[in-house]
């Protein structure tokens, strides 16, 4: 995968979503920010910080991804590549459903996923040294590029989903303390069943992520 490496950008996810459509950039591909000033996260929201936290955003092709993987349970997939990443180095990070990066009760970062044709841009940021009010930072120290090289590496080693699954399924109890968001409407997780797809089901209704 071939990795970039830029001083300031507005948003890794949008700069790498317009350049695949462009055709301008040909994926397995990264970038990778010091300073992201208008970054998106979940429903839209905005997902900026400074420098030396994580900003990046990576595209891969389905077919170099495997194949019991599919499109419900691509943020899943990401976020727990990095987690056990993280974990190697002593950390004791964990993903609430379905893309979000907690130290205990407080979020540090998060993973978003767009689909382009048959190519999967992914994002992830993570609050490494600093933070906004309300958010929390990783409990370790490790640095930015380390983490950036694992994940490409770890990446391209094609885990199963069914093995990133039976890890993320332990961890999903922590997330029935918390809420999610259907469409407009927030909506506890306490009665969530998880499905083996990473969907979930509340109220009789199966719920899919669409970060």
């Not at 459903?97 to 998060?110: A, M, Q, S, T, V």
């Not at 767009?114 to 640095?143: H, Q, R």
């Not at 909506?187 to 992520?209: E, F, P, Q, R």
Request: charged letters at 25%; one cysteine or more; hydrophobic letters at 40%.
């Amino acid at each position: 995968m071939r990795v970039e490496f830029v001083d300031e950008i507005d948003s890794t996810h949008l700069y790498l979503v317009s350049a695949l459509r462009n055709k301008t950039i040909t994926s397995p591909y990264c970038i990778v920010a010091d300073i992201q000033n208008a970054g998106v996260g979940s429903r839209g929201n905005e997902w900026s910080g400074g420098d030396g936290n994580l900003f990046m955003s990576f595209c891969v092709d389905k077919f170099l991804l495997p194949d019991d993987l599919n499109d419900a349970s691509i943020s899943i997939y990401f976020s727990m590549i990095m987690a056990e990443i993280l974990k190697k180095y002593g950390s004791k990070v964990w993903v609430k459903w379905p893309n979000d990066f907690y130290i205990n009760e407080l979020k540090i970062g998060g993973t978003i996923s767009t689909k382009i044709n048959d190519a999967y841009v992914g994002s992830i940021g993570i609050n490494l040294y600093s933070k906004p009010e309300k958010a929390g930072v990783l409990d370790i120290k490790v640095s930015r590029d380390s983490l950036v090289w694992a994940f490409c590496e770890e990446l391209e080693k094609k885990p199963k989903w069914k093995q990133i699954f039976s890890k993320f399924k332990i961890e999903f109890q922590k997330s029935k303390n918390y809420i999610t968001h259907v469409g407009d409407d927030s909506i506890s997780l306490a009665c969530a069943t998880l499905c083996d797809d990473g969907a979930i089901m509340i109220n009789n209704k199966k719920v899919y992520s669409l970060r």
